[in-house]
């Protein structure tokens, strides 16, 4: 989406436009008394949500479509969609200049961890399909999996799909979001931190998406819970888009604004975590059909 049509949702949402359109206003006179803006300002916006299929005309005059829905409800992060995860990062950009001078985030919305949800959800099934194969080609004798920080749990569904015994490590406050959703799906969760681990052994330690939000000493502190989950022979991986791939300054502004320490890492740095952390026959490459690679390692058995 363009970000002048994004600059104008986050009005629209900072204006109490959104919530008047999801609520009770059908017309731009609606709109304009409703959420206390000029008419002008509502006519304008409702006119560049119907040419973005947020909204769609009716005989009363206008209702959010299914692309709204994201600004309706939170409880099925499912259909939370990427656009309300896609404003709140707005928000991050916009107060980034704060950001890089005090070092602090700015405070997130209670809606913020949902919203997060709703983009990961919201992944193509393509990607989350490779990544798994990705994985089960690294190690095509695994049983189980153990699978961190994985968002709304689509690749841990994935691989339970496939037929692995999988374990879903997130926060608490993730877990409870998601555990409506994977109750039907063959899918163990627990809630703790993924930097701290869990107890048991897994064929497999799977991350996607991980490193980015953390910064090197984190990331070596991940990388040492999973050489303690995984089993001897067993193999962890890291998913991710590494700067020696396909490097984006538009996701290290992302991460600069929305994490404490994260970054684009090369995938030299990650191998070299792997090692220190006890990995061997570290290795690279590239995820098939997608812009990611991965960085895996063996966790040998010692003799």
Known sequence: MDYRELLLLRAARETGVLDALVSNAYTVDDVAREAGVTERAARVTVDALLDMGLLEAVEAGVEPTNRMLGFVTKTDVRSIGRLPHELDTVEALVALPETMQTGELP???????????????????????????????????????????DGAGQHAVEFARRGFDATLLDTQAVIEAVDPLLERERVDLVAGDPLAGVDG???????????????????????SAASDATAADGLAIHVDAFRDGTPDAAVAAELLATTEQGACYEEGAVGEWFADAGFADVRAGDVPGTDYQFVAGRRRATE
């Open 107 to 149: 405070e997130r919305t209670g809606d913020w961890t949902r919203n997060r949800l709703g983009a990961r959800a919201a992944e193509d099934d393509a990607s989350v399909r490779a990544a798994v194969t990705a994985a089960v080609r690294e190690h095509p004798d695994a049983e189980d999996v153990l699978v961190v920080a």
């Open 201 to 223: 052994e897994f064929d497999v330690v799977f991350h996607a998406g991980v490193a980015r939000e953390y910064g090197p000493d984190d990331n070596r502190r991940l990388l």
